[in-house]
Nanobody, 115 residues
Framework: QVQLVESGGGLVQPGGSLRLSCAAA????????MAWYRQAPGKGRELVAR???????NYADSVKGRFTISRDNAKNTVALQMNSLKPEDTANYYC?????????WGKGTLVSVSS
């Protein structure tokens, strides 16, 4: 079993920055994919960014050029650097990991972008 714990959410003004972190613990062999999803109030969960063990990345069109995902395989961590934040980025952000057919989710961290 793998546990994912997020940190770094909070309230920020439009145009500001936040950095989310996620640490994986438990029975980890190698986490093939790690990612960040988000769910805004009244909306479905959507992929924000994903990164493979080898470092290949994908981003939602809405965050390209503003967000950067990174990971440290030795420490089993993934981070999301969020710059130029907009009110529409307000959501609960969830860490996700995939390992040999199993999927794991964190409990989420709230990001609020408001003046």
């Amino acid at each position: 079993q793998v546990q994912l714990v997020e940190s770094g959410g909070g309230l920020v003004q439009p145009g500001g920055s936040l950095r989310l972190s996620c640490a994986a613990a438990g029975s980890i062999y190698s986490l093939n994919v790690m990612a960040w999803y988000r769910q805004a109030p009244g909306k479905g969960r959507e992929l924000v960014a994903r990164i493979t063990y080898g470092g290949s990345t994908n981003y939602a069109d809405s965050v390209k050029g503003r967000f950067t995902i990174s990971r440290d395989n030795a420490k089993n961590t993934v981070a999301l650097q969020m710059n130029s934040l907009k009110p529409e980025d307000t959501a609960n952000y969830y860490c996700y990991a995939e390992n040999v057919g199993s999927e794991y989710w964190g409990k989420g961290t709230l990001v609020s972008v408001s003046s």
